[in-house]
């Protein structure tokens, strides 16, 4: 079983917020399926590239995050190397996109959450883009207030699920190739 953990916050408050965009592209991912509550989870099974598919948004709010993929780890016995977490990054220009295998949090609380609790940093990662910080906001304001209207939050969202496609069906070698060193959008004509 192949697993995809998009990370946000549960509640109305923080939906169209830039810490869920992770929660935004599981739920695109996962358009037409049923989300069940698993394990301080929401999770959804289905088949993409011709594998069985976990999407999962944790919903023990983004601090965490590690408690509701630890359970759901040793409540479904999946591979770590076969799980990509899904989130966000203020250092990336909105609309970036990296891919890494493994590596440091990089201060993202959701991320640091999951390595402390699976006990190792060889979490496979996506982040997108939702920065730069204005210099008159703190880190914690920007990402928990909604995308500006400007911003094509859905490009970026179809940009990320487009990512988690490649990793399913070429490899994250593959994925990272062609993902990593894409323009950030801008003004919503830079769809990949």
């Not at 289905?46 to 999962?56: D, N, R």
């Not at 988690?164 to 323009?183: H, I, T, Y």
Request: glycine share 12%; hydrophobic share 40%.
């Amino acid at each position: 079983m192949r697993v995809v953990v998009g990370l946000g916050n549960p509640g109305a408050r923080y939906a169209r917020t830039r810490h869920n965009i992770g929660f935004l592209v599981a739920a695109d991912l996962a358009a037409g399926s049923g989300w069940v509550d698993r394990w301080s989870a929401q999770t959804a099974t289905l088949g993409i590239a011709g594998e069985t598919v976990l999407i999962v948004r944790p919903q023990t709010y983004m601090n965490r995050s590690g408690d509701a993929v630890l359970a759901l780890s040793e409540l479904e016995g999946f591979a770590l190397e076969e799980t990509l977490v899904v989130f966000d990054d203020f250092l990336l220009d909105f609309g970036r996109i990296r891919l890494r295998r493994s590596g440091s949090d990089g201060g993202h609380n959701g991320l640091s959450s999951i390595i402390e609790g699976l006990r190792t940093d060889a979490v496979p990662r996506l982040r997108l883009g939702v920065g730069p910080v204005p210099d008159d906001d703190s880190d914690i304001d920007f990402v928990l207030t909604p995308f500006a209207d400007a911003e094509d939050v859905d490009g970026l969202v179809q940009r990320g699920s487009a990512a988690v496609r490649c990793w399913l069906q070429d490899g994250m070698e593959a994925a990272m190739n062609r993902f990593n060193g894409c323009p950030a959008l801008s003004g919503g004509t830079d769809r990949d």
